[in-house]
C-alpha cells in the first residue's frame, strides 16, 4: 500500500533534526497540546548582536506530519535572523518536505505558529518590541486563543473555558471553568501563565478555578 507521505516527510520524521531542549534559552513557545493529539514546543538562542538564530530544538507529540514539521522549521530557522524566521510560512515549511497530505497542513500551521511565538517571545523580554501595546483584555485574548483546551481540543476561548479576565494594578486575573482538581487544571494554568507572564506591564498572572 502506497504511503501518503511524501519520502523527505518519512526521513524527517524517522530521523527528525535538533530535537530536545536549550539550557537557558532566549525564547520558547509551546503550541498545541498532547491530549488533544499534537504539540510542538520551540526553543531558541538568538546572538544578540547579529539577531541571528544561533540554535533551536523541538520536541513534538504527534503524527509523522507533526515530527516532520517540527523538524523542518527548525532546519529552516537555524542561522536565519528573527526577522527572516517570521516570514516563513506554513506552506513553505510544507514545500520543503515535498507536500503534506490536506489534513495534515494544520501541522505546518502549528510549527510556524510555535517559531513565531518563540520569536515573540524572545522580543518581549529582551525590549525589541518595536510598539508597547498596554496590556488589555483584548490582548490577553489574542495570547490565550494559543491555549488549547485538551479536553476538546480547541483554544480556550472558542471553548469558553476562560470565563472571565480581570486586569488591576499590573495583575491579570483569569477565571476558568475548571475544578482545581481536574486531571488537566494544572496544564491549563501552567500554559495560560506562560503566554501572559511576559507581558512588559503584568507583574503577576492568577488562574482561579470552578468553585
Request: with cysteine; proline share 4%; aromatic share 4%.
Amino acid at each position: 500500500m502506497s504511503s501518503p507521505y511524501s519520502d523527505k516527510v518519512i526521513e524527517y520524521f524517522q530521523n527528525p533534526k535538533n530535537v530536545g531542549e536549550i539550557e537557558n534559552p532566549d525564547g520558547i513557545a509551546k503550541e498545541g497540546s498532547p491530549a488533544c493529539g499534537d504539540m510542538v514546543q520551540l526553543h531558541l538562542k538568538v546572538n544578540e548582536d547579529t539577531q541571528e538564530i544561533e540554535d533551536i530544538k523541538f520536541r513534538s507529540y504527534g503524527c509523522a506530519s507533526n515530527i516532520a514539521t517540527g523538524s523542518i522549521i527548525t532546519e529552516m530557522a537555524k542561522g536565519r535572523s528573527i526577522d527572516e524566521a517570521k516570514e516563513i510560512t506554513w506552506q513553505q515549511a510544507a514545500d520543503e518536505l515535498g507536500g503534506l497530505p490536506a489534513v495534515k497542513n494544520h501541522c505546518s500551521v502549528l510549527a510556524v505558529d510555535a517559531l513565531k511565538e518563540a520569536i515573540r517571545d524572545y522580543e518581549e523580554k529582551h525590549g525589541l518590541v518595536e510598539e508597547q501595546v498596554p496590556t488589555t483584555i483584548e490582548v490577553a485574548k489574542e495570547r490565550l486563543k494559543h491555549v488549547m483546551n485538551p479536553i476538546h481540543g480547541l483554544d480556550v476561548l472558542k471553548t469558553n473555558l476562560v470565563e472571565d479576565i480581570e486586569i488591576e494594578d499590573k495583575v491579570i486575573t483569569v477565571t476558568v471553568d475548571l475544578a482545581e482538581d481536574h486531571q488537566f487544571a494544572s496544564a491549563v494554568k501552567e500554559d495560560i501563565k506562560e503566554k501572559l507572564e511576559p507581558r512588559w506591564d503584568i507583574e503577576e498572572v492568577i488562574v482561579k478555578y470552578r468553585e
